[in-house]
């Protein structure tokens, strides 16, 4: 059961997802994934190196398009955590 929400809520994502940066700071996110730069204060060290390993995993995509799946992979999978409890 826990299969069938990620693959339903994955779905969802990909077909909604952002091809191009959208508002406030996805932009500064993807230049930061894709070049391990910092974005602003805090960081996000950890996002910032998934998704730059992310990144260079699926080199044939364009960065924004990889960082958005990654997004859309892990919150798919954050539905089956909040299903599963």
Same mark, same amino acid.
């Given at each position: 059961?826990? =299969? !069938?929400?990620?693959?339903? +809520?994955? $779905?969802?994502?990909?077909? *909604?997802?952002?091809?191009?940066?959208?508002?406030?700071?996805?932009?500064? =996110? !993807?230049?930061?994934?894709? +070049?391990? $730069?910092?974005?602003?204060? *805090?960081?996000?060290?950890?996002?910032?190196?998934?998704?730059?390993?992310?990144?260079?995993?699926?080199?044939?995509?364009?960065?924004?398009?990889?960082?958005?799946?990654?997004?859309?992979?892990?919150?798919?999978?954050?539905?089956?955590?909040?299903?599963?409890?």
């Amino acid at each position: 059961m826990g =299969l !069938a929400v990620f693959l339903l +809520s994955f $779905g969802v994502y990909c077909a *909604t997802l952002a091809r191009t940066v959208g508002f406030i700071d996805s932009g500064e =996110l !993807a230049w930061a994934s894709a +070049s391990l $730069g910092i974005p602003h204060p *805090t960081g996000y060290p950890l996002y910032t190196l998934l998704t730059y390993f992310f990144v260079l995993f699926l080199p044939f995509f364009e960065p924004i398009v990889v960082i958005n799946l990654f997004s859309a992979a892990f919150a798919a999978a954050a539905a089956v955590a909040f299903f599963l409890l």
